[in-house]
C-alpha cells in the first residue's frame, strides 16, 4: 500500500474521499469529530500545491436528492476550520483574489460539470455533494467510478470509517487513479495493527453497547489475544439470560444469547461481567432506582447500570492493563444518573493512557462518552470507525483498504 506521507503528490489534482457521515439537525453539525480529522490530509495536500476535490457521503438517500441529506453543512463547517470563504455554485466557478472552498453541487456525471470542476483554481478547495446522490455510489457502479476518475490525477483514501463498504468511490475509483492512504488512514491502521499483532500485556478488552452479534467476530478474534474481556451494557444482559438470570424489560437480542453461551465456553476464565447493576422500571423514576446483585432483577425493571462493586474491581483490571481497547458504553450514559460507570472508567482508561498504557477507544457512543468526561486528549488513539473499526479488529479485509493495494 502506498501512503500519502510517503509520497511526493506535487501540482496535482487530487480526488480526497473522506468519512464525514457526521449527526447533522437543522443545518448544523452535531459532531464534527470526523470532520477535524481529516484536516492534516487536506492541508498536507494543500501545502503541496495540489488541487483538492473532497467527497463523501451522508445519510443513506439511496440514489435521490435529499436536502436534509445534503453536505453543505459540513463543507461550510470545513471551510470554518481551515479559514476559507464559503461559496455554494452549481455552475460557473468564479475565481476569487482569497482562497475559497467551493461547495459544487452540480451533476458531475455531465460533462459541463466536470469542465467547471476542472477550472477551479489550485488556490481553491472543491466539496462535491453527497455521493449517494447518485445510484453509481452504493451500486459501485463502474461508469461512475470512471466518472468520478475523470475529475481528477490522483486518487487518497482517508475514510476509514466506511471503508468496510463496497462503494464506486472507494474501491472502484483506484482501478483508474494512482491511490494513495491519507494520513489518517494511515495512523488507524496503524494504530489498530498494534492489537492484532503486539498488543503489550496485560491486554485488556472492555466492551459495552447493546449488539454482540456485530461485535462477536472481533471478541472471537482478538479475544485470543487478551488477558481480560470486560463485558458490559446490553452485552453483559446476554449473558445473565443465558445464565437463566432474570433480566426484566431490558433489550435482549434473542441470537445473541446463544453467541454468549459460545463466548463463555470460548473464554471462560477471561470474561468479567458486572458484579452489582443499577435498575429501575421503565419510566426511569427516581423512586424506582435501586443496585441489585445480577440475579436479583425483578420482571418489571430495566438494566440502566453497572453498580459501585463492578466499578471497583473493574478499576483493578484496568490499573493493570498496558494495552486496553474499548468500545460500547456500559450503561444509559446519556442518562443521569445512569452515567456513573461509564464516567467513571472513562475517566480511569483516560488516566492510563498517553504512556502508562496503549489506549485504543472506538464507535460513537464510546466516543461520545470519552468526550463527556473530558478524557479525548488523553486516549492514544480515537477511531472514526465504528463497524470499520469492529470489522478490522475481526480480522476481516475491508474492501476500501484491500483496493489501495
Keep these: 500500500m502506498k501512503y500519502l506521507k ?13 468519512d464525514v457521515n457526521v449527526p447533522v439537525e437543522n443545518g448544523k453539525v452535531m459532531d464534527a469529530f470526523r470532520i477535524e480529522q481529516i484536516v492534516p490530509t487536506v492541508k498536507c495536500l494543500l501545502g503541496n500545491k495540489n488541487k483538492v476535490i473532497i467527497c463523501g457521503h451522508l445519510g443513506r438517500p439511496e440514489g435521490r436528492r435529499e436536502e436534509k441529506l445534503s453536505l453543505k453543512p459540513v463543507a461550510s463547517l470545513l471551510a470554518d476550520i481551515l479559514k476559507m470563504k464559503f461559496v455554494e455554485t452549481e455552475h460557473r466557478v468564479p475565481d476569487y483574489h482569497v482562497p475559497h472552498l467551493i461547495f459544487y453541487t452540480g451533476d458531475i456525471r455531465q460533462e459541463k460539470h466536470e469542465r467547471q470542476i476542472k477550472n477551479v483554481p489550485s488556490k481553491d478547495l472543491v466539496f462535491l455533494e453527497n455521493l449517494r446522490f447518485y445510484k453509481g455510489e ?5 461508469y461512475f467510478a470512471k466518472q468520478l476518475s475523470l475529475l481528477a490525477d490522483v486518487y487518497v483514501n482517508d475514510a476509514f470509517g466506511v471503508d468496510h463498504r463496497e462503494a464506486a468511490s472507494l474501491v472502484g475509483v483506484n482501478k483508474y487513479l494512482n491511490s494513495y492512504a491519507g494520513l489518517l488512514l494511515e495512523s488507524e491502521i496503524k494504530n489498530l495493527d498494534v492489537l492484532l ?6 491486554f485488556v478488552i472492555m466492551m459495552g453497547g447493546i449488539k454482540l452479534v456485530d461485535k462477536v467476530a472481533t471478541l472471537m ?5 487478551a488477558d481480560h474481556l470486560l463485558l458490559g451494557g446490553g452485552i453483559a444482559s446476554l449473558f445473565f439470560k443465558a445464565k437463566g438470570y432474570e433480566t426484566g424489560l431490558s433489550k435482549v437480542e434473542e441470537a445473541g444469547v446463544k453467541i454468549a453461551w459460545q463466548l ?3 473464554f471462560k476464565n477471561k470474561i468479567l461481567l458486572p458484579l452489582d447493576l443499577v435498575v429501575a422500571n421503565k419510566d426511569m423514576d427516581p423512586s424506582s432506582i435501586r443496585c441489585v446483585a445480577p440475579y436479583e432483577v425483578g420482571k418489571r425493571e430495566v438494566i440502566l447500570d453497572a453498580g459501585p462493586k463492578t466499578i471497583l474491581e ?3 483490571y484496568i490499573k493493570l492493563a498496558n494495552t486496553l481497547v474499548w468500545n460500547g458504553p456500559l450503561g444509559k450514559f446519556e442518562t443521569k444518573p445512569f452515567h456513573h460507570s461509564t464516567m467513571a472508567l472513562a475517566r480511569l482508561i483516560g488516566g492510563r493512557g498517553k504512556g502508562k ?31 470499520a ?9 475491508l474492501p476500501g483498504i484491500e483496493a489501495l493495494k
Excluded at 452504493?138 to 463502474?142: H, I, P, Q, V
Excluded at 473499526?389 to 479485509?397: R, V, W
Design 138 to 142: 452504493d451500486e459501485n457502479d463502474a
Design 264 to 266: 463463555e465456553k470460548n
Design 389 to 397: 473499526m469492529l470489522e478490522y479488529l475481526a480480522g476481516k479485509k
Design 197 to 202: 499483532k503486539k498488543p503489550k500485556k496485560p
Design 314 to 316: 473493574w478499576s483493578k
Design 6 to 18: 510517503n509520497s511526493s503528490i506535487k501540482n496535482k489534482t487530487v480526488l480526497l474521499r473522506v
Design 221 to 225: 478474534n482478538i479475544g485470543e489475544k
Design 357 to 387: 498504557a496503549f489506549i485504543v477507544v472506538g464507535g460513537g457512543e464510546t466516543v461520545d462518552a470519552v468526550r463527556l468526561a473530558h478524557q479525548f486528549s488523553h486516549i492514544d488513539h480515537v477511531s472514526t470507525g465504528g463497524g
